[in-house]
Antibody
Framework: EVQLLESGGGLVQPGGSLRLSCAASGFTFSTYAMSWVRQAPGKGLEWVSAISGGVGNTYYADSVKGRFTISRDNSKNTLYLQMNSLRPEDTAVYYC?????????WGQGTLVTVSS | EIVLTQSPDFQSVTPKEKVTITCRASQSVGYTLHWYQQKPDQSPKLLIKYASQSFSGVPSRFSGSGSGTDFTLTINSLEAEDAATYYCHQSSSLPRTFGQGTKVEIK
């Protein structure tokens, strides 16, 4: 059974940084692309970033490019999202999802609140 | 960026009624269009992949159709547990995009 468990969310001031983690189990993590999708309170889903399996090519939404960095540690079966220069509009639940095409598996999400 | 526009935004439906949600893409996505269901305080769940392929474990009352720019999610004989927000999503190109969502309420 695939399990994805996000952590690292919390309250941060504008301009601050936060690193999210997603611990994966139940599949061969290194061979799969992984994605981050977020959802602002009361709003719809927004794709944020993705990283391929293997060589780890990275992809970003324009709204986070240059501020967020996606990475993975295949030895730890863990996906990361380093978020810098955070803005109030980054406030959202952040989900990790398996793959880059169809998201068959999602984590439960971790809430990031950017506020002073 | 491919924009996905769903209609309607909201639908109030009686149990056993048929529900149709449409998703229109700003440019062709072929068959790379997927549908998700999200209930309050839950993560999204995949219902339909590649326009018409039912995902494992999804009730047979959910079906999808379409190709290119126009797609439809149909719920035959709506049940109370189907109250949720439904999203379409394209994987034809980056950035990946979602529709704005359609909220289905049970009357």
């Amino acid at each position: 059974e695939v399990q994805l468990l996000e952590s690292g969310g919390g309250l941060v001031q504008p301009g601050g940084s936060l690193r999210l983690s997603c611990a994966a189990s139940g599949f061969t993590f290194s061979t799969y692309a992984m994605s981050w999708v977020r959802q602002a309170p009361g709003k719809g889903l927004e794709w944020v970033s993705a990283i391929s399996g293997g060589v780890g090519n990275t992809y970003y939404a324009d709204s986070v490019k240059g501020r967020f960095t996606i990475s993975r540690d295949n030895s730890k079966n863990t996906l990361y999202l380093q978020m810098n220069s955070l803005r109030p509009e980054d406030t959202a639940v952040y989900y990790c999802a398996k793959d880059l095409t169809t998201y068959e598996d999602w984590g439960q999400g971790t809430l990031v609140t950017v506020s002073s | 960026e491919i924009v996905l526009t769903q209609s309607p935004d909201f639908q109030s439906v009686t149990p056993k009624e048929k529900v149709t949600i449409t998703c229109r893409a700003s440019q062709s996505v072929g068959y790379t269009l997927h549908w998700y269901q999200q209930k309050p305080d839950q993560s999204p769940k995949l219902l339909i992949k590649y326009a018409s392929q039912s995902f494992s474990g999804v009730p047979s009352r959910f079906s999808g159709s379409g190709s290119g720019t126009d797609f439809t999610l149909t719920i035959n004989s709506l049940e109370a547990e189907d109250a949720a927000t439904y999203y379409c999503h394209q994987s034809s190109s980056l950035p990946r995009t979602f529709g704005q969502g359609t909220k289905v309420e049970i009357k």
